[in-house]
């Protein structure tokens, strides 16, 4: 009798330490600025499917790596990958990072390097000199993201000028919001306009049809003041981010100060970022937090698209809380930046040292910028520069690079003539830009928008114009955040300056010389990606396909 009631007192234990381990999500794993991180393949289950995933150190999110400013990255990245259906080749963006006099580790595989190969490792060095924020880190070769590897990046400042407005801003607030697939990428991107297959907040979430597996719980105090950092690290959808019952006060947009916005609901693009400051002045209760893809049919059934706010105190059980219709929407063009607002040139449309005009369409699902898509050279183009190509002429793949002077003001328009599947989150490399004009708005601002590094050009008919200074010699990509439409040709390389590169960046590390000899001695098997049965299985979900094309596109050193 004594032992059944032990065995029944025991039972009850691990019962209640299961559900106290589950009232809040467990504390993120946090890196330096200086570290190894090793990339390989684990199955996981984020939202209760299991699947193989390319992942930094076996998690879901990367490991969230941090730094204060002015600290100088050293970063060594060690593949690992094994998994025959996923690429086994990697490279790593630090997304934001201006990467000013080290362009070639910018991370962008046929651009600024070759490819990191299986069973090698590549050591990222780079300072981020007066850069302060939020950011993120991911592959940055073919769509291998969409596989798993994303990470959150955040500088802090000691002296943030808005540090009154919030007590709290540590790894615990940092929320990451991604979409989740359980096809592999090499599959999917063989497909016209793949679907996810569920969205995930701090690397939890539910898919329809489910299992009601865990989500995440970001616990607050009442009382206090929060500054939440916002990473949208997704492969494709947008997201409508919010709190019931709680507005939040915009701080901070892709890095970059702002003056502060309030709102209730704010709708974050792939690769944006943004700071939030959460006041915590509610009953002590479990309140929904919202991200809301879109994508057909989303929903919060089940608590899909979901996670939970938690006040200390409040009962371990789901929130009650109820969506209601936004008061205090956001709008970009609402967006101010704080710090030496203006942009830069001579204000009024037209009137910068260089005005470009690209225009976007699709065919057959394919992307074109000024009626060129992008296919990716197999010479990364930093080292045809540095090789002696100085000329568009001279420089690969035709058509798709832009060559610009040094110290120029460039205003840039893009217009979506016809491309589905918007809006288009547009990032360029190497620079934040001053948005004179945001997507569906009809005025323009030269003399305090928002500056960022990634701006939305909208929805067929809608066009959006930036401002930058190319200040920063080297090719650095401009392109759709969106991975399967960069897949898909909407892309473009921003030559600066290709006379000044090979000495800004002077010197290359001696390993980076050696990324492409290794490489170009690749078999396929060592290259991964499912070879032919990646597109027979993606023509088993779809007649929906591109032809085939297999990636990468065969080595000519």
Not at 295 to 311: D, K, Q, T
Request: proline share 8%.
């Amino acid at each position: 009798m004594f032992t059944a009631i032990l065995i029944a007192s025991l039972v009850s234990l691990i019962n209640a330490a299961s559900i106290v381990s589950r009232s809040q999500s467990p504390p993120p794993a946090v890196l330096g600025p200086q570290t190894t991180i090793t990339v390989g393949n684990k199955v996981i289950a984020p939202d209760g499917f299991d699947r193989s995933a390319t992942l930094v150190n076996g998690i879901f999110p990367g490991p969230l790596i941090t730094a204060q400013k002015g600290d100088t990255f050293a970063i060594e990245v060690v593949n690992e990958l094994v998994d025959e259906t996923m690429f086994k080749s990697t490279s790593i963006h630090w997304h934001g990072i201006y990467q000013n006099g080290t362009n070639y580790a910018d991370g962008v595989s046929f651009v600024t390097q070759c490819p990191i190969a299986q069973n090698h490792s590549f050591l990222y060095t780079f300072s981020a000199t007066d850069q302060t924020g939020t950011y993120w880190y991911h592959s940055h070769y073919s769509v291998q993201y969409c596989d798993g590897l994303r990470g959150a990046l955040v500088i802090y400042d000691p002296d943030d000028p808005l540090a009154y407005m919030y007590d709290v801003d540590d790894a615990s607030t940092v929320i990451t919001l991604s979409d989740w697939y359980h096809v592999v990428a090499p599959v999917l991107r063989n497909i016209i306009g793949p679907g996810f297959d569920s969205s995930l907040i701090n690397g939890l979430g539910r898919y329809a049809g489910g299992p009601a597996s865990e989500l995440a719980v970001i616990s607050v105090e009442q009382g206090k003041r929060y500054r939440m950092r916002l990473v949208a690290m997704s492969c494709d959808p947008s997201f409508a981010f919010s709190i019931d019952g709680h507005n939040f006060t915009i701080i901070e947009a892709d890095g970059l100060l702002t003056e502060p916005l309030v709102v209730d609901k704010l709708d974050i693009l792939a690769g944006q970022r943004y700071s939030v400051v959460l006041i915590a002045d509610k009953p002590v209760d479990n309140y929904w937090m919202r991200s809301l893809p879109n994508s057909a049919n989303a929903s919060f059934v089940g608590g899909m698209n979901s996670a939970i706010l938690r006040y200390q105190g409040a009962p371990l059980v789901d929130p009650t809380t109820v969506n209601t219709t936004s008061q205090e929407p956001f709008a970009e063009s609402n967006l101010h930046t704080l710090i030496n607002p203006g942009a830069p040139g001579i204000p009024g449309y037209g009137n910068a040292d260089i005005n470009l005009n690209f225009q976007v369409n699709n065919a057959s699902g394919f992307f074109y910028l000024n009626g060129v898509s992008y296919k990716p050279p197999t010479v990364p183009v930093l080292l045809q520069i540095l090789s002696g190509a100085q000329e568009p002429s001279q420089l690969l793949p035709n058509g798709s690079i832009v060559v610009l002077e040094a110290n120029k003001v460039v205003e840039l328009t893009l217009s979506i003539v016809t491309g589905p599947g918007g809006p288009h989150p547009i990032h360029l490399h190497g620079h934040a830009f001053d948005v004179v004009q945001s997507a569906g708005s009809s005025t323009f601002n030269y003399v305090n928008p928002v500056r960022r590094d990634v701006v939305s050009a909208g929805n067929a008919g809608q066009q959006m114009v930036i401002r930058w200074t190319t200040d920063n010699s080297g090719p650095w990509f401009l392109h759709c955040h969106i991975d399967w439409h960069l897949d898909a040709g909407f892309a473009v390389v921003m030559a600066e300056s290709p006379s000044d590169t090979a000495a800004h960046i002077n010197p290359v590390p001696q390993d980076w010389d050696e990324l492409c000899p290794i490489y170009y001695n690749l078999t396929p098997s060592q290259l991964g990606g499912g070879g032919t049965s990646a597109y027979a299985e993606a023509a088993s979900i779809t007649t929906l396909l591109f032809p085939p094309s297999p990636f990468p596109p065969p080595p000519s050193p």
